[in-house]
């Protein structure tokens, strides 16, 4: 028997596990670490279910090579040299640029993903890099960017000391958060009512949080940022503008947002989102006067029509009531592992897409126009894509579009341990070893975490000969595209990049190692993979000065104290200022205008999600299928009644159509009916999800639709139409 200490790699929460294994290595128990100073013994039912996952039979052990219709199994030497063959055979054929990568949502959770998904989207020399962040959180990074100066400079609400939190379109009791690093949020926002504080949840469902709150309201989706303006109209019709702005908080704008906000008025913006103006001025009201206040909009605001406004809102209102930057209010991160950030100006739009014209944001294109570059002819046609953990047929706007574009592509590589919806059009799939084998350091996540935390869970199980780790995998994509062949060494990309970030720090005036000598520095750093190294260069160099060693003398991870304010040092716009009406911003402000005197859709469609799922992949375990995680459309019953629906519904929009078991409900709003994405396993070859395929919520999405500054996708307030089946 043996224990094993390690942070879950399955959502933001980041909780710490005491993995029990028995001596053939089989997980035999997984319970929350309570030794862990951030989770403290914190676990979910996914985080439960971890040992079932990794050892799910029908995981991919062996690398995948399609030859027409026949799997067949293949050693990682044959594997890489297929791989090989067909990059280089569509590069001589068409270039660099019909080379296409999709980065899936688990490269934010994996030591891979964080530090050699870049390196391998670099080696590739194409601009059509696609990932899920255009599928979810990319206004936040636009707004951010800037309002800030930084895409990564996101605020989270400190929510273990604020007194009142008003949270939009987010659902943490089923998430556990996102952008909102916090294991157990649950009790986090039950200390915080216990402590007399006050917890608004605004969504068109009474959704497990909204029950949990002092308030929820209903809102008609893709309204939020009518709702916001509405707000932010309030606090300066009334003088609501907190001393520190101007002062503590240094703005600009302020003059030109008075301006804007003129037009969306309590009285006006009220008829559209169905929020009373006597409510929304409540709202503005309360975060105004409350001692600490901080505001959160999350999935329901982001994937919407007005994303990127809806995600300045949120931040101007942050901002006009005093709560940037300040305890209990909403805070900046301070990760312990972290390259020097970028001073220069954010910027969006440098190149854009070659068939819809849509502007790059954060070096990558809308996933909403994947499909486009695949299918469309002429210059610059995607012919061979990689993804890497992702699975867009199921989680893109018209991912049903997508299936069939992906056969019709010349040559695809999937980097992933299923055999799938979206893999089954690879030509070569590359399985990453089980969790338990893999090392474990959330590089991405701890930007958003509400204390300042560092834990590194090294591998518990050792990798089987041959087998490479998903790092040395995406290291080895990575130099066969860059030319130098499927038996290049990649301990020499390691050497490489170190070399590069060594370099870059020894040369930063201010840095802790300003002026030393890069090979010095590199003898120092400890640690038995490239991905190890790395890390440690990385902790070394950051805020703390901590190393590797530090961090595996503590396997329950290090507390790094509560959040602290970094203004105004953490602004990097050209101003040095907040920017709160930037001009790529207040661009959109039009769109939002013209959309006050739209009439709102007969049905509207909205996603969930399920505490027992996530997104597309883990619907094989057993335990954690069926119950209540199923997938139904809610619907009002007043609804359901009128309609006639019994059993089931047909829903159709302007991409397609479904038909799908209904499930009338008065917890969603009149109006709005409500569909899980990440189903519709039909054909898979994972038998457990297969018996409970449900359908592909994204075949009724729209990728025509995106939020304009950012080219986000639109998964909320789907204009569709409703109606019982032929009989
Ligand atoms: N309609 C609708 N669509 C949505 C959403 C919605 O709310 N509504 N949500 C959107 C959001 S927020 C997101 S993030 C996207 C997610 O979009 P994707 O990232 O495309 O989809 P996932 O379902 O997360 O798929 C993850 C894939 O990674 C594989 N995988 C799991 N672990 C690993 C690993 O360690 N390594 C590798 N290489 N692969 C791994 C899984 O087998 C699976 O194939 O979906 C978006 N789509
Ligand atoms: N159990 C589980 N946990 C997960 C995931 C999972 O699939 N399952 N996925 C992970 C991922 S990739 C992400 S990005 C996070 C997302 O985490 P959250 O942001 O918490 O996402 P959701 O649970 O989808 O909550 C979105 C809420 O927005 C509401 N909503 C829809 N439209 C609107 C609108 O127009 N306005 C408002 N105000 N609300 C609206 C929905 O009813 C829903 O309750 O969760 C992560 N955690
Ligand atoms: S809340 Fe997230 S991190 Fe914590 S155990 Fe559950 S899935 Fe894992
Ligand atoms: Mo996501």
Redesign the pocket.
């Known amino acids: 028997m043996h224990i094993a200490h390690r942070t879950c790699p399955l ?2 929460a980041v909780c710490g596990l005491r993995i029990t294994l028995d001596d053939a290595g089989r997980v035999t128990d997984v319970r929350g670490d309570a030794d862990d100073p951030f989770s403290r013994g914190f676990i ?1 039912p ?1 985080g439960a279910s971890l040992g079932a996952l990794d050892e799910d039979p029908d995981r991919l052990r062996a690398p995948l090579v399609r030859e027409g219709g026949e799997w067949r199994e293949v050693t990682w030497p044959e594997a890489f040299a297929a791989v090989e063959r067909g990059l280089t055979g569509v590069i001589d054929r068409h270039g660099r640029e019909a080379l296409g990568v999709y980065l899936g ?1 688990p490269n934010a959770h994996t030591v891979a993903g964080a530090l050699y998904a870049p390196a391998l989207a670099r080696a590739l020399g194409t601009r059509q890099i696609f990932s ?1 962040s255009t599928a ?2 990319m206004p936040k990074h636009v707004a951010a960017g800037l309002m800030f100066g930084h895409p990564l400079s996101i605020p989270v609400p400190d929510v273990d000391r604020t007194d009142h939190l008003l949270m ?5 009791l ?6 909102w690093t916090a294991p157990d949020l649950p009790g986090r926002l039950k200390a915080l009512r216990r402590r007399g504080g006050r917890l608004v949840v ?4 009474r ?1 497990r ?2 029950a949990l709150a002092d308030e929820h309201l209903f ?6 940022a009518y ?1 916001l303006f509405g707000i932010v109209h309030t606090l300066l019709a009334e003088d609501l503008v907190a001393p520190d702005v101007g002062a503590r908080l240094p703005v600009a704008g302020l003059d030109e947002l008075r301006a804007l906000a003129a037009d969306f008025p309590p009285e006006t913006v009220a008829g559209v989102c169905g929020v009373p103006a006597a409510g929304i001025v409540r709202l503005a009201r309360d975060l105004a006067t409350a001692p600490t206040a901080a505001v959160y ?8 029509e007005f994303g990127t406004l809806a995600q300045w809102l949120v931040d101007v209102v942050n901002v006009l009531t005093g709560n940037l930057d300040r305890a209990g209010g909403a805070m900046f991160p301070l990760p312990a592992a972290a390259v020097p950030r970028s001073r220069r100006p954010y910027r969006t739009g440098r190149w854009r897409s070659r068939v819809r014209n849509l502007p790059e944001v954060n070096g990558e294109l809308p996933v909403a126009t994947l499909a486009d570059e695949i299918e469309t002819p002429g210059q610059g046609q995607i012919r061979a894509l990689l993804t890497i953990a992702g699975n867009p047929v199921l989680s893109a706007p018209h991912g049903s579009r997508l299936d069939a574009a992906l056969g019709g592509l010349e040559f695809m590589v999937s980097v992933d341990p299923y055999l799938n919806e979206t893999t089954r059009h690879a030509h070569v799939i590359l399985p990453p070893p089980r969790v338990l084998q893999s090392p474990h350091y959330d590089f991405a996540l701890l930007n958003f975490a509400v204390r300042n935390y560092a834990r590194y869970s090294p591998p518990v199980l050792p990798l089987e000969p041959g087998r490479p780790a998903e790092s040395e995998i995406l290291a080895r994509l990575a130099m066969i595209a860059a030319g130098q062949g499927a038996d290049a060494d990649p301990a020499g990309l390691d050497e490489l990049i170190l070399d590069q970030t060594l370099r870059r720090a020894v040369d930063t005036p201010g840095s802790p190692v300003a002026g030393r000598d890069p090979a010095e520095l590199r003898a120092e750093l400890t640690g038995s993979t490239g991905a190890e190294l790395r890390l440690d260069a990385m902790l070394r160099l950051g805020p703390y000065g901590l190393t590797l060693r530090e961090l595996r003398e503590h396997p329950h991870g290090i507390d790094l104290g509560p959040l602290e304010p970094r203004l105004p040092g953490l602004l990097s716009t050209a101003s040095g200022r907040i920017e709160l009406a930037p001009p790529q911003i207040v661009a959109d402000v039009p769109r939002l205008r013209a959309g006050l005197g739209r009439e709102a859709p007969e049905f509207v469609l ?10 597309s992949w883990m619907h094989n375990v057993a335990p954690l299928v069926g119950g209540s995680n199923r997938c139904t459309l809610q619907i009002n019953p007043q609804d359901a009644r009128r309609l006639g629906l019994n059993g089931e519904a047909v829903v159709r929009s302007a991409a397609g159509e479904l038909t799908v078991a209904v499930e009338p409900t008065d917890a ?1 709003m009149p109006g709005v009916v ?1 569909l ?3 189903w519709g396993h039909a054909g898979t070859a994972q038998p457990v999800a297969a018996k409970h395929a449900g359908v592909n919520a994204n075949a009724l999405t729209d990728e025509t639709v995106v939020d304009v500054p950012s080219g986000n996708a639109v998964f ?2 789907v204009p569709v139409t409703v109606r019982a089946p032929n009989p």
């Open positions: 959502c933001e979910c996914k949502n899920a979810d959180q939009l379109g987010a659902n943490p089923e998430s556990n958060g996102s952008l605004v969504d068109p469902r959704t949080t909204a809102i008609r989706p893709g309204t939020d709702l909009g999350r999935m329901g605001t982001c994937t919407a909205i996603g969930r999600r399920h505490l027992r799922s996530n997104n969603i409500s899980p994405h990440g909320n307030g």
